[in-house]
């Protein structure tokens, strides 16, 4: 059965340290892998990844992915309370499906 | 450009009863999949509808089923409601002629189960 898993599935910081958030994946049909911000509503893209050891960068937001051992990570640097949200990695698989991880609640405290 | 629509925003119903949400995709997406989101089991997939025919299924039982209309909005309906069935339901869109596999979210319909 496919799957995603996250971790940590929570964590607090302080403003100003650096997070990273871990994903592996074991999918059939992988296509890309996809991270997403969850605050109070609906998820928000942050970054696809389809090609092992490319770096994406958005500010303090980072990401990479390995598909040789099926993981990714997303890097946040400088944290700020506005971080605080649910990061959701995802595979997305031919046809559209998206496969999610449970997701990582960070909280950052000022 | 607007976004994803979906509506209602909020409804609640009781066990037994069936409900039809509806999605407007972003203009100009073919793409419409279904989510549903519960505390428990995360974000798991419904259904994508592409050019009104269903692509692809998840492992959800029939009683959920959905459908797209010409202009690519689309409609899911539950029958005979169970209060497992309380979660907040998500449609997503994409353009299937960029090929970046990039999904863009609606704010979700939010059903509760009485």
């Known amino acids: 059965e496919d799957k995603v898993v996250q971790s940590p599935l929570s964590l607090v910081v302080h403003e100003g340290d650096t997070v990273t958030l871990n994903c592996s994946y074991e999918?059939?049909?992988?296509?890309?892998l996809l991270w997403y911000k969850q605050e109070k509503k609906a998820p928000t893209f942050l970054f696809m990844l389809t090609s092992s050891g490319i770096e994406k960068k958005s500010g303090r937001l980072s990401s990479i992915l390995d598909k040789k051992e099926l993981f990714s990570i997303l890097n946040i640097t400088a944290t700020q309370t506005g971080d605080s949200a649910i990061y959701l990695c995802a595979v997305l698989e031919y046809g559209n499906k998206l496969v999610f991880g449970a997701g990582t609640i960070l909280r950052v405290k000022s | 450009k607007a976004g994803v629509t979906q509506t209602p925003r909020y409804l609640i119903k009781t066990r037994g009863q069936q409900v039809t949400l509806s999605c407007s995709p972003i203009?100009?997406?073919?793409?419409v999949s279904w989510y549903q989101q519960t505390p428990g089991q995360g974000l798991q997939f419904l259904f994508e509808y592409f050019s009104e025919t269903q692509r692809n299924k998840g492992n959800f039982p029939g009683r959920f089923s959905g459908r797209q209309f010409s202009n690519s909005r689309s409609e899911m309906n539950v029958s005979t409601l169970e209060l497992g069935d309380s979660a907040l339901y998500l449609c997503a869109s994409s353009d299937d002629r960029t090929n970046t596999g990039e999904l863009f979210f609606g704010e979700g319909s939010r059903l509760t189960v009485l």
């Open positions: 203009s100009g997406h073919r793409s």
């Open positions: 999918v059939t049909n992988f296509r890309s």
